[in-house]
Nanobody, 115 residues
Framework: QVQLVESGGGLVQPGGSLRLSCAAS????????MRWYRQAPGKDREFVAF???????NYADSMKGRSTISRDNAKNTMYLRMNSLKPEDTAVYYC?????????WGQGTQVTVSS
């Protein structure tokens, strides 16, 4: 079955960087677009970044210029590199794939930006 496992979150100071990972299994990873979302306390889940099967990318306005989404098809893994982190980036970050008309989500990884 489809599984998505995020990792790489943690506590970081404002201005710092993190690289999140999403390990995928249960489908042909290289054939599918992938997405990152995040959900802050008390807020709706929001789109962060997108990468197509051929590695075209798109970002939420709030993340443009500060983040890079990438994928390693040999490792069935997607990444999100975030720089210049701000307290408002604090959230649980989720990876997502649409497979056979079903949206799959990982369990999320917590990112906390605080001094």
């Amino acid at each position: 079955q489809v599984q998505l496992v995020e990792s790489g979150g943690g506590l970081v100071q404002p201005g710092g960087s993190l690289r999140l990972s999403c390990a995928a299994s249960g489908f042909t990873f290289s054939s599918y677009a992938m997405r990152w979302y995040r959900q802050a306390p008390g807020k709706d889940r929001e789109f962060v970044a997108f990468i197509s099967a051929d590695s075209s990318t798109n970002y939420a306005d709030s993340m443009k210029g500060r983040s890079t989404i990438s994928r390693d098809n040999a490792k069935n893994t997607m990444y999100l590199r975030m720089n210049s982190l701000k307290p408002e980036d604090t959230a649980v970050y989720y990876c997502n794939v649409g497979f056979q008309r079903v949206a799959y989500w990982g369990q999320g990884t917590q990112v906390t930006v605080s001094s």
